[in-house]
C-alpha cells in the first residue's frame, strides 16, 4: 500500500486548531493544510518539523490595519520592511491603509501603481484597502471590481493633505453606494469640530495631548457612524477605538441589527496615559492612549464581543518627523510603531488577566480575517493556507527596538519584558527567511 506523503508535517503536543489546543499533526499539500490528525498517527511528509515541549504551533495573524507607505513615503517603512516585521511577529497577511503613500489608493489607476511596487517585496500575503475621499465616489465600484477590501474614511483631518475628510452627509452617501455591492466603510471617528473646540496640544505635557483629543470627540462620531450605518443598511467598521465611553452605545446599535464591527489596537490595551513621561512622543496616536480605567473597560468590550478583534494600526514616520529633540506632542507625527510585537504585547497583558492563548490568536487572527472575508485565513483547519508561526508562550524577552524589523527605530515598547517569542513563521508551508518574498498580492475573493 502506497503511503500518502505530504509536502510538509509538523507535529506537536500543543497545536491550536478550531478545536483548541491538543496534540496534533498537520499535514500540508501545495500551501493547504490537508490533514490535521492526532499525535501519534504518523503522518509521512517530504519535510517533517518536531515542536519543542514549549512551542505552541499558532495559525498565522491577520492584520488588518497596517500603514506601509509606499510609494511616495517609502522612508517612512516600505513593503519589505513591513512584511519583514509582520512575519517576525507570526502575520502572515497584512491589509495596507490606503493613505500616507504617494498618491493615496483612492483610484484603480493608483491601486495598479501600489501593485506594481510590492509584488516583488512581499515577504507575506498584501491585500489593500480602497479610500473614499470627497469627489472619488464614481471609482468605489471599479476599486471594489479590483479586488480591495473595502473603503476607509477619515471624519476628520486625516493628518495627510493628499487624504481628505469625508463630512457625515458624504459617508452616508458613500456608504449607501456601498451597500449597492455589499462593501464595507472603515471609519477614522473622530469629530472635528469637537477638537477645533478642545485645548490646543502644545508642549510636551502628554496630558495637554490629551485633553485636545477628547472622548467625547470620538463618541460623536462613532455615535454618527452607527446612525449613518443603521439608515443605510451598509456594513461599517470602527477602526482604532480609545474611547471606552462608546461601548454601550456600540452594543446597542449590535442588538438593534446594525451592521457594525470594531477594532483596538495593542497600545490602547497596554499602555496608559497616567505612565507616559513628558516629550515621550513615540506614544503619540490618534486617537489618543487613555487612562488605565479606560484600559481595563477595553479589555471587558473584547471580553464580552463588543469589540471584535485587535490589529496594529502601524503608523510609522521617519525619527525627525516624532520631533525627538522638543518631544512636542502638537508638532510629533503621530502613529505608534508595533507590527512585529503585538502577539507578545497582548498575550503578555491577557495571561496577567486569565485570558487564553486561544482566544488571544481569535482576536488577532480569525477575527481580522473575518471582517476583510477572507476565507483561508486566520484558522488552522482544513482546507486553509498553511499560514502557521512557532510560538514559545513562556519565553520572556525584553524589547530593543534597534532589532525590530521596521524601517525607523522607534517604538513606545522600547525596553519593556514580554512574554511569547515567535521562533519561526510559515506562509503557504514554506518558512519566511526574510530573504526571498514568497508573499502574494491578494484581492477581495482570491489571490
Known amino acids: 500500500m502506497s503511503e500518502e506523503r505530504f509536502d510538509l508535517v509538523i507535529r506537536g503536543r500543543r497545536i491550536l486548531t478550531t478545536a483548541g489546543i491538543a496534540p496534533r499533526e498537520v499535514g500540508v499539500r501545495n500551501g493547504k493544510i490537508v490533514a ?45 520592511s513591513a512584511t519583514r ?45 480602497g479610500g473614499a475621499i470627497p469627489g472619488n465616489k464614481a471609482d468605489l465600484r471599479p476599486l471594489h471590481d479590483e479586488g480591495v477590501f473595502g473603503f476607509k474614511c477619515f471624519l ?50 502628554y496630558e495637554t495631548f490629551l485633553a485636545s483629543r477628547p472622548r467625547g470627540a470620538e463618541n460623536k462620531a462613532i455615535a454618527e457612524v452607527i446612525e449613518r450605518a443603521r439608515w443605510t443598511g451598509a456594513r461599517a467598521h470602527i477602526l482604532h477605538l480609545s474611547s471606552s465611553d462608546a461601548l454601550p452605545m456600540i452594543a446597542s446599535a449590535k442588538r438593534d441589527g446594525v451592521k457594525l464591527t470594531v477594532e483596538t489596537c495593542p497600545h490602547y490595551l497596554t499602555l496608559m496615559a497616567e505612565e507616559i513621561p513628558d516629550g515621550a512622543t513615540a506614544y503619540k496616536c490618534c486617537p489618543p492612549i487613555r487612562e488605565a480605567s479606560n484600559r481595563e473597560l477595553l479589555w471587558q468590550g473584547l471580553q464580552d464581543g463588543t469589540i471584535d478583534c485587535i490589529v496594529s494600526d502601524h503608523s510609522p514616520s521617519t525619527l525627525d518627523l516624532k520631533d525627538l529633540e522638543n518631544g512636542d506632542f502638537a508638532v510629533a507625527w503621530g502613529g505608534v510603531s508595533s507590527l512585529q510585537l503585538g502577539l507578545s504585547l497582548i498575550w503578555t497583558e491577557a495571561r496577567h488577566r486569565g485570558i ?92
Open 356 to 447: 487564553p492563548l486561544e482566544q488571544v490568536v481569535s482576536w488577532m487572527a480569525e477575527k481580522p480575517a473575518n471582517l476583510a472575508r477572507l476565507t483561508t485565513k486566520g484558522q488552522l483547519a482544513l482546507g486553509y493556507d498553511a499560514d502557521f508561526s512557532v510560538f514559545a508562550p513562556d519565553e520572556a524577552f525584553v524589547v530593543d527596538v534597534s532589532k525590530l524589523k521596521h524601517k525607523n527605530p522607534i517604538t513606545p515598547y522600547d525596553g519593556k519584558a514580554l512574554s511569547g517569542v515567535v521562533r519561526k513563521t510559515f506562509l503557504r508551508g514554506g518558512v519566511v527567511d526574510g530573504q526571498t518574498p514568497t508573499g502574494k498580492l491578494i484581492r477581495r475573493g482570491g489571490v
Open 36 to 80: 490535521i490528525e492526532p499525535l501519534g498517527n504518523g503522518l509521512a511528509g517530504t519535510d517533517v518539523i518536531e515542536l519543542a515541549d514549549d512551542e505552541t504551533l499558532l495559525p498565522g495573524l491577520v492584520d488588518t490595519h497596517v500603514h506601509v507607505n509606499e510609494p511616495g513615503r517609502t522612508e517612512w517603512e516600505g513593503f519589505a
Open 156 to 205: 476628520l483631518h486625516s493628518g495627510v493633505d493628499e487624504f481628505p475628510h469625508l463630512d457625515a452627509d458624504e459617508m452616508e452617501e458613500d456608504m449607501a453606494e456601498l451597500k449597492s455591492f455589499d462593501s464595507l466603510m472603515i471609519v477614522h471617528a473622530e469629530d472635528s469640530h469637537a477638537i477645533d473646540r478642545a485645548p490646543h496640544p502644545g508642549g510636551d505635557h
Open 85 to 129: 516585521a509582520a512575519a517576525a511577529g507570526g502575520v502572515t497577511t497584512i491589509i495596507d491603509m490606503p493613505l500616507n503613500s504617494v498618491p493615496p489608493t483612492t483610484t484603480v489607476e493608483n491601486l495598479k501603481l501600489k501593485r506594481e511596487v510590492a509584488e516583488d517585496q512581499a515577504f507575506i500575503d498584501v491585500g489593500f484597502w
